[in-house]
T-cell receptor, first 115, second 111 residues
């Protein structure tokens, strides 16, 4: 069974631009969560989607948004990029239980660099 | 406020020796506790979790964790470390719809 895939793996943008990251969960998984990982702030939860609905949300500004499609694939969008948005963005999928599920499977991440 | 603390940025241990990676938490109610591992250039991998029940939880790759409610701790342990265990380890707690991670502890196992 294929794992969680994230595209692109690396991305370079400039301040003020917007970016869209994609995550394809494991087949049959309906919950997708997004995380931001930075050296200074560590791993922070962004949001979780289940059945095309945002079920949980972390403490990030409205510039960070996401959505989930009927095939459970998810996208994350960051508008008006700031230097501090440079990070590794991780996506994780699970069957139905979301954050407290038995196991979340993580993708390799998208490394975003904002210049 | 809810929080997770990993007091050690790095833990060094010789191969074959036991290892402990520390985690303490501060949440209201009964938490769900997790350990994840991150190898270089890879995403996180689930190691184990505690929901309820036995205080000693066994997980992947020979790791186990001990839940101590009175000390609000969930330390990760392994009886005999391997060089291949060298990685970044994260403790996390899920409570009231939020998953909160610790800052991570880098484990270095020397041959």
């Amino acid at each position: 069974k294929a794992g969680v895939t994230q595209t692109p793996r690396y991305l370079i943008k400039t301040r003020g631009q917007q970016v869209t990251l994609s995550c394809s969960p494991i087949s049959g998984h309906r919950s997708v969560s997004w995380y931001q990982q930075t050296p200074g702030q560590g791993l922070q939860f962004l949001f979780e989607y289940f059945s095309e609905t945002q079920r949980n949300k972390g403490n990030f500004p409205g510039r960070f948004s996401g959505r989930q499609f009927s095939n459970s694939r998810s996208e994350m969008n960051v508008s008006t990029l700031e230097l501090g948005d440079s990070a590794l963005y991780l996506c994780a999928s699970s069957t139905t239980g979301g954050l407290a599920d038995n196991e979340q499977f993580f993708g390799p991440g998208t490394r975003l660099t904002v210049l | 406020a809810q929080s997770v603390a990993q007091p050690e940025d790095q833990v060094n241990v010789a191969e074959g020796n036991p290892l402990t990676v520390k985690c303490t938490y501060s949440v209201s109610g009964n938490p769900y506790l997790f350990w994840y591992v991150q190898y270089p250039n890879r995403g996180l991998q689930f190691l184990l979790k505690y929901i309820t029940g036995d205080n000693l939880v066994k997980g992947s790759y020979g790791f186990e964790a001990e839940f101590n409610k009175s000390q609000t701790s969930f330390h990760l342990k392994k009886p005999s470390a391997l060089v291949s265990d060298s990685a970044l380890y994260f403790c996390a707690v899920y409570n009231t719809d939020k998953l909160i991670f610790g800052t991570g502890t880098r484990l270095q196992v020397f041959p």
